[in-house]
């Protein structure tokens, strides 16, 4: 817990792609194992991958290629060379282990992701929050400038269907994932913080080595490469500085009058959010995205200031190419309306992802309506290390109904349970409506039944709280 990793050096080099041979994914299904699988499949790499259980997923890599399985088995080994896993998958499942007695070459995802970025122009986004969505904006930016870009997002984007592509272009935009460490190994031309924040302690122990991972991720991009860095977070603007100070080009972003990318004069109606932007050439143009919340025109400032001053593409197409950019998924996605209440999913799964969706959600609701949240809790040791956070990240809202811990990776901790979150809450704002709904069948009809027309509904969590919305929008429906 000290932010080394001891199964995978992510300072090594990687093999080349093809030297990996046949490759097998343990998990195949998991949104960031496919996108690497599906770059692989376009590469004319032999893939084959299991996971725990069937999904649509796991059909759309078969239809690709791939040889897919449901559960795990030794066999499924036979003929692989290489196997990658994520640091989810513990050594003793049966796949992981035999793979270890045979010999066979394991990778880590971001290891096999880097083998296939070789001889691109590669753009890594990292940050604690936004790194999807900015991911996702710059590759259809620079879709819009008629570069074909490779991409590996943790989202699927909204109107492709898809989370990774092998494209005809030189360009290769990755996200980037610090919970592990392994941001470190991609070494790319350009690489954006969004911002540095304490998260994943129970990897990395303390903030302190979290923003000394931030400080080898700004140092390992190529020389006479570019950091982008958000000037608004503490966290990012720090290591923008001493990034600058050992030598690396730096350019900053944000509201923050000093940025070399500056935002100013905000505007939201709707769905829609504008500003204006002025960039290091001194004029002025306007920012529009068709996602709301200030949080999206950074996140789009990130990814012009990339195309533009990273990549030299056309700032007025690049700008048009951010305003035709339609969402990701789980990211602020509609999942529909029902008696007059319109639902809302988001995978915010940190203090301060959950913050921005609850402030855009705020600023959505008028009149008589309430802004509704259900909050899934990610991780026994983030909601052990975060609760007072989280309570005040959900403060705003009218109505705030906990779902119990998602585990993911984690074995239950002794008195850790939504309701940490519930009394930081109460301790935050007094005469909040909260309520632990322990039983995951429970919370839709709960949901449902202190719903009124005009509210809104934010379903919020990286677990399975993204099933809830159409169980909610039913049981509206039935009422």
Not at 106 to 115: I, K, N, T, W
Not at 331 to 344: D, H, I, L, N, Y
Not at 448 to 469: N, P, S
Request: hydrophobic content about 45%; aromatic content about 6%.
């Amino acid at each position: 817990m000290n932010g080394e990793n001891l199964r995978f050096d992510f300072r090594a080099e990687v093999p080349a792609l093809e030297e990996l041979g046949a490759v097998h994914f343990i998990a195949i299904g998991g949104a960031g194992m496919s996108g690497v699988a599906r770059v692989m499949l376009a590469r004319g790499t032999r893939v084959s991958g299991s996971d725990a259980k069937d999904s649509p997923l796991l059909a759309a890599l078969a239809a690709e290629g791939a040889d897919v399985h449901v559960g795990h088995d030794p066999a499924y080994l036979d003929g692989v060379d290489t196997v990658v896993v994520s640091s989810a998958i513990r050594e003793s499942n049966v796949e992981l282990a035999t793979a270890r007695e045979r010999g066979l070459r394991v990778l880590h995802r971001a290891q096999a992701l880097a083998a296939t970025m070789a001889g691109s122009r590669r753009v890594a986004v990292a940050g604690a929050n936004g790194k999807t969505t900015t991911t996702s904006m710059l590759t259809v930016a620079l879709q819009h400038c008629g570069i074909d870009p490779s991409f590996a997002a943790g989202g699927e984007l909204a109107g492709h269907g898809t989370n990774a592509h092998w494209g005809t272009g030189e360009v290769f935009v990755a996200e980037a994932d610090e919970s592990d460490g392994s941001f470190l190994v991609y070494r790319p031309e350009v690489a954006v913080v969004t911002n540095v924040q304490p998260d994943h302690l129970d990897f990395y122990g303390s903030f302190e080595r979290v923003q000394e991972a931030y400080a080898e991720f700004a140092a390992s991009v190529q020389p006479g490469g570019l950091l982008v860095a958000c000037a608004d977070d503490e966290g990012s603007r720090r290591l923008a500085e001493s990034a600058r100070a050992s030598g690396v080009r730096v350019l900053t972003y944000g509201f923050a009058a000093d940025a070399d990318v500056v935002l100013t004069d905000p505007a939201f109606r709707g769905l829609l959010a504008r500003a204006a932007l002025r960039g290091p050439d001194g004029e002025e143009r306007v920012l529009r995205v068709k996602v709301p919340g200030r949080h999206n025109l950074l996140n789009a400032a990130a990814a012009y200031t990339v195309a533009v001053e990273g990549l030299g593409q056309d700032p007025a197409r690049i700008l048009d190419g951010l305003y035709g950019f339609t969402g990701t998924r789980r990211r602020f996605e509609p999942k529909g309306s029902a008696g007059g209440v319109t639902v809302v999913d988001d995978y915010a799964h940190n203090p301060g992802k959950v913050a921005a969706v609850v402030e855009t959600g705020r600023s959505l609701v008028e009149g008589d309506a309430r802004l509704v949240v259900v909050f899934q809790p990610h991780l026994f040791s983030r909601t052990r290390d975060f609760a007072t956070e989280f309570g005040r990240a959900l403060a705003p809202a009218d109505v705030v109904v906990l779902m119990e811990v998602y585990a993911a990776r984690e074995d239950p901790v002794p008195g850790v349970s939504s309701q940490l979150v519930a009394d930081a809450l109460v301790e935050s704002r007094p005469d909040a409506d909260v309520r632990v709904v322990p039983s995951w069948s429970a919370v839709a009809e709960t949901v449902a039944g202190l719903a009124r027309e005009g509210d809104l509904v934010l379903t919020v969590g990286a677990g399975d709280v993204t099933m809830i919305g159409p169980e909610i929008l039913r049981a509206l429906g039935d009422r």
